[in-house]
């Protein structure tokens, strides 16, 4: 089976960093994707990783260690804009492109 | 990448009537999929849609209540069945890239 799980929400001020984790148990993996979701939205790409170490991109960073089964979602500088839900996704298995979900954590950035 | 348009953007539908919901992405690709959202949970897998073949159904899903359709590449379509109060959800459909996974911009159905 699959089960990916995710804090359910998490709040943080203007200018701060916030550290969004994800813990995977899944019987494949090929990669694992941070989506950023906005109430009402579709779900935007943030980044994707397969293999271990982190990918930063501008404000945005992932980390992945697949022997522990955990990545992170790193945001600096915080903007009231990001503001939302982030969903960790985990492909694998035998249907090529099938991603399975987290329950997403919904972070509030106060001013 | 792949860009995805979705018809109709929302509807709401009395229950006991269908909606069918369609899905066009602007490249040719092998497999897409359709996800429901209910409201305040994540995205759950309804099924994956192959051209020229029948749907695979995730548990939970049947097709006589999710039929779909993959006439081609670039096409699919959904249809919720003789919806409840229940399917009120965002459906999305998606499909693959090399390195991501693209979504349509959801359809949000109001079933009352």
Request: glycine share 8%.
């Amino acid at each position: 089976g699959q089960n990916i799980d995710q804090p359910t929400e998490m709040t943080a001020t203007e200018g701060a960093i916030v550290q969004i984790n994800c813990t995977y148990q899944t019987s494949g993996f090929n990669g694992l994707f941070w989506y950023q979701q906005h109430a009402g939205e579709a779900p935007t790409f943030l980044s994707y990783n397969v293999l271990d170490g982190l990918e930063e991109k501008g404000r945005f960073s992932s980390f992945l260690s697949r022997s522990k089964g955990y990545s992170y979602l790193l945001l600096k500088e915080l903007q009231m804009k990001d503001s939302a839900s982030y969903l960790c996704a985990v492909t694998g298995g035998s249907t090529l492109g099938r991603l399975y979900f987290g329950r997403g954590t919904q972070l509030t950035v106060w001013p | 990448s792949a860009v995805i348009s979705q018809k109709p953007s929302r509807d709401i539908c009395q229950r006991g009537t269908s909606l069918t919901i369609q899905c066009q992405v602007d490249s040719q690709v092998t497999m897409m999929f359709w996800y429901r959202q209910q409201p305040g949970q994540s995205l759950t897998l309804i099924a994956t849609a192959n051209q020229g073949s029948e749907a695979t159904y995730e548990s939970g899903f049947v097709i006589d209540k999710f039929p779909i359709s993959r006439p081609n590449l670039t096409f699919s379509t959904l249809t919720v069945s003789n919806m409840s109060p229940e399917d009120s959800s965002i459906y999305l459909c998606s499909c693959t890239g090399v390195t991501e996974q693209y979504f349509g911009p959801g359809t949000r159905l109001t079933v009352t």
